[in-house]
């Protein structure tokens, strides 16, 4: 397992305006708490919601004012219906000394607070977003199994590994193209609330090394509109992603020649078999328009999806469909379009996929396809800031971890014990 180093290399940049109270699950008391306020004539109950709970049962239980709960939800229809709370979803109420409400706050999700409050006698309802402190923080290691087990074993670093998968997913496959000792650097947000972190926000830079070949992203807007592009400043985009699906292995390669598990005969496998749990997702390499989502022969259901320039992808042995696709129907690259399984000619549950071009087979694991779409001209010398920025960022972080082990006379080679990683507490 990969040792950790804390680093955080930017400060303090806060994303959203201020909030006067937001109580975050994570550090709420199991039981309800009930607590007096600097002003002795108002009291402040915070609890979560559990399995159940509706906010009249809320109010029962405090003995507060059904008329008060009526305008509370009139207030906030049009903000957000207070029928739509959720269990372990943080709330506060400030009640005065007449049990009369001055204000309540509820805690929507990671990122959103709906508070209503009593202004001039009058509840007024609005939705703010959590005011998190973005720090900008460095992440690196080097491959010895998968990139989740090598970014982290929390949630967060799960999700983080699965960001950088999507935005190099054009160029790696991340299940069948990882090699040991492959090593990879990210730049990413830390969002923190009180000082605590809580979550990583946007990737602003990541490098692979993957069989001793570079890939590069940088996050970049212009125009309204932001993607990830390489040190070139073409999109990382393509027309087609390198793989279907994700947890799984090839199990069939494309050959001329190869003996059928179930046929028991030699003849030609002109796609790639990705053995995998039933029930996978599979999802459409490319933006298209299907041809056909049926039972076929001993494909079994297939999904075939036709795409520019004579381009054919054919999805073979599903379990099922996904529901409405039919034929004519458009899809986007990455749109779910069945599940994995083992109907027509299979012997276990897999996904057969082909390529096609007009009348000719492409081997998918060779296929390559033109690179992305380049940033104007004009944007170039602010891209090449960027670039310059994060690469700068990393290298900051590296020196500054070897500073500190070297204080402790434990110097560390970082490159060669695979250990920097900026943990956070």
């Known amino acids: 397992m990969i040792r950790k180093i804390i680093f955080c290399v930017s400060i303090f940049v806060v994303l959203t305006g201020s909030f006067a109270l937001y109580l975050y699950e994570k550090d709420l008391p199991l039981d309800d708490k009930l607590t007096i306020s600097s002003r002795s004539s108002t009291k402040s109950i915070n609890s979560v919601i559990v399995e159940g709970d509706t906010l009249s049962a809320v109010f029962k239980k405090y003995g507060l004012s059904f008329d008060e709960l009526f305008a509370m939800r009139q207030a906030a229809a049009s903000v957000h219906r207070l029928k739509e709370l959720h269990p372990g979803r943080p709330y506060n109420i400030v009640i005065d000394e007449t049990n009369s409400i001055n204000s309540f706050t509820y805690g929507i999700d990671d990122n959103n607070i709906l508070k209503i409050e009593r202004v001039d006698g009058i509840f007024r309802a609005e939705k703010s977003h959590v005011p998190y402190e973005s720090r900008i923080l460095t992440i690196g290691g080097q491959i010895e199994d998968n990139l989740i087990s090598a970014v982290g074993t929390q949630t967060e670093d799960h999700l983080l590994a699965l960001q950088v998968s999507d935005i190099l997913a054009w160029d790696i496959d991340f299940t069948c193209d990882l090699r040991t000792g492959d090593t990879f650097k990210i730049v990413v947000e830390g969002l923190f609330l009180d000082g605590k ?212 006379n434990s110097a560390i080679n970082l490159t060669e014990q695979n250990i920097y990683h900026a943990r956070l507490n």
Not at 248 to 259: D, G, L, N, Y
Not at 288 to 304: D, I, R
Not at 323 to 338: E, H, P
């Open 197 to 408: 972190f809580m979550k990583y926000g946007k990737i602003l830079s990541t490098e692979f090394i993957n069989n001793k070949q570079k890939y590069q992203a940088f996050l970049f807007e212009y125009d309204g509109k932001s993607g990830y592009y390489d040190a070139n400043g073409k999109s990382l985009r393509r027309a087609f992603l390198k793989a279907p699906l994700s947890f799984r292995r090839i199990s069939s390669v494309f050959t001329r020649k190869r003996f059928h598990p179930v046929l028991k005969i030699y003849r030609p496998h002109r796609g790639v078999d990705y053995a995998a749990a039933a029930g996978t997702p599979v999802s459409a390499t490319a933006d298209g328009t299907v041809v056909s989502a049926q039972y076929h022969g001993a494909y079994g259901k297939l999904v075939v999806i036709k795409h520019r320039n004579g381009y054919q992808t054919y999805y073979g042995h599903l379990s099922r469909i996904k529901n409405d696709l039919r034929q004519g129907r458009q899809v986007n690259q990455g749109d779910v379009v069945g599940y994995v399984g083992s109907t027509g000619l299979a012997s276990g549950p897999h996904l057969h996929y082909e390529i096609r071009q007009g009348s000719s087979h492409i081997n998918p694991l060779r296929f390559k396809v033109d690179a992305g779409q380049a940033i104007p001209f004009t944007k170039m010398t602010e891209f090449n800031k960027v670039t310059a920025i994060m690469n700068t960022t990393f290298a900051s972080a590296l020196f500054q971890n070897n500073k500190n082990e070297q204080s402790k």
